[in-house]
């Protein structure tokens, strides 16, 4: 038997053995990371929460439905299934010891947070790789810490979103800068230097508590057994679907102009009220999505494969949808950030995963992953 000085990395997880629940998770959700993206690129004489403010009643509609279900819960779950990945990669790689695994983990921190600033530099300021990146690399020295200890760190993470604040997206009236719809490559290049290390050093702020939260689910494998953890799974995806829809209402209501603008004080509150709910309603959608990827098990169809060909490659997917929005939205392409309604952005995004469905599912198909899973797992494990 190998030693552990001899053991080499597991590799990564052959597509036949993964679960169901958390791909299928990756790739639904993938729907709304297009939504919470491209209604940020849009311009109007009033910008609040990323949405202009003078739309028709669809758009009103529309602003309501994103700022319920949308906004602010679809990147926790990618927190939590980020972390919940790492926890599967600890698993498997468990020969190599401690010092082995840190080193695949700072491996593939390292070709995240490269391709997140190219990603970001030259197609979406905003990107997220970047800071899983980060995330992932302070994170390494966390994943074989005991359970409480994780537990504590993650409440208080969580903690940090429930101080009154005038920090959230969700109420912000800053319009598109300069960074997001740039007018040439010069302005573009040396905007985005300056904003993109805020975006990669800061998220992994808002992603810690949900990644911390995958990793102890990733221990116990709830997402991959699910009939041993249906109580837990039903009780969080209906609490954290409740908290989630009930605590959006203050401003989701605003954005739609049902209600008028409170004061900056009551702003400061319900904007994280806005967060942290959604913080849960993550947790709540990964529940929900894994609940129902149970009674799928077995007798999938070729939309749920296809869905689940797309979470297994979310990360190609996700670059994909960045092609989309700078064609579409860059200043000195086609130019329609001030054309497109909140309506027909929605109307976009959904049509852009929908392309990206088809695409993963066409590489399904002929047995291929996508290009940017194959980098993270060359880099990762090597040759191998």
């Keep these: 038997m190998a030693t552990t000085a001899q053991a080499r990395p597991a590799g990564p997880t052959a597509t036949a053995e993964r679960a169901l629940g958390p791909d299928l998770a990756r790739g639904f959700m993938l729907l709304f990371i297009a939504l919470a993206n491209s209604h940020y690129f849009l311009r109007g004489d009033v910008v609040r929460g990323g949405f202009p403010m003078d739309g028709s009643w669809l758009d009103s509609a529309v602003t309501w439905l994103v700022a319920t279900f949308v906004d602010g819960r679809a990147f926790p779950m990618f927190g939590l299934l980020f972390g919940y990945g790492v926890a599967r990669l600890v698993r498997r790689n468990e020969a190599l010891g401690p010092r082995g695994v840190r080193r695949l983990l700072w491996r593939r921190s390292l070709v995240l947070i490269v391709v997140g600033f190219l990603h970001a530099m030259l197609l979406y300021v905003g990107d997220i790789l970047a800071a899983y990146g980060v995330l992932l690399l302070l994170g390494a020295w966390t994943v074989r810490w005991r359970a409480r200890w994780l537990v504590l760190l993650a409440a208080g993470f969580f903690a940090l979103l429930l101080f009154p604040s005038a920090d959230s997206l969700s109420i912000s009236t800053d319009p598109p800068d ?9 302005s573009m290049f040396s905007e985005r230097i300056v904003v993109q290390p805020f975006v990669m050093l800061g998220g992994p702020i808002g992603f810690a508590c949900p990644f911390l939260v995958g990793l102890l689910a990733g221990r116990a494998r709830v997402l991959e057994r699910p009939a041993e953890h249906r109580r837990l799974l039903t009780v969080t995806a209906v609490a954290g679907l409740t908290v989630a829809v009930l605590g959006a209402q203050p401003v989701a ?9 409170p004061s900056a004080s009551t702003l400061e509150l319900i904007g994280p009220l806005h967060d942290w709910s959604g913080v849960l309603g993550g947790f709540g959608y990964a529940a929900l999505i894994t609940l129902v990827a149970a009674r799928l098990t077995g007798r999938t169809g070729r939309v749920t494969e296809a869905i689940r060909a797309t979470g297994q490659r979310s ?13 579409v939205f860059t200043p000195f392409l086609l130019d329609l950030s001030g054309t497109l ?19 993963a599912d066409q590489l399904r198909r002929r047995d291929r992953r996508g290009p940017f899973e194959v980098l993270v797992r060359r880099v990762t494990y090597g040759r191998r």
């Design 178 to 186: 300069a960074s997001m719809l740039s007018p040439d490559l010069a």
């Design 253 to 261: 209501l605003m954005l739609a102009g049902v209600t008028d603008v």
């Design 315 to 327: 990360m190609t997917c996700y670059l994909l949808q960045s092609v989309v929005w700078a064609a």
């Design 341 to 359: 309604t909140v309506a027909g952005t929605a109307l976009l995004a959904t049509a852009t995963w929908a392309a990206t469905v088809v695409v």
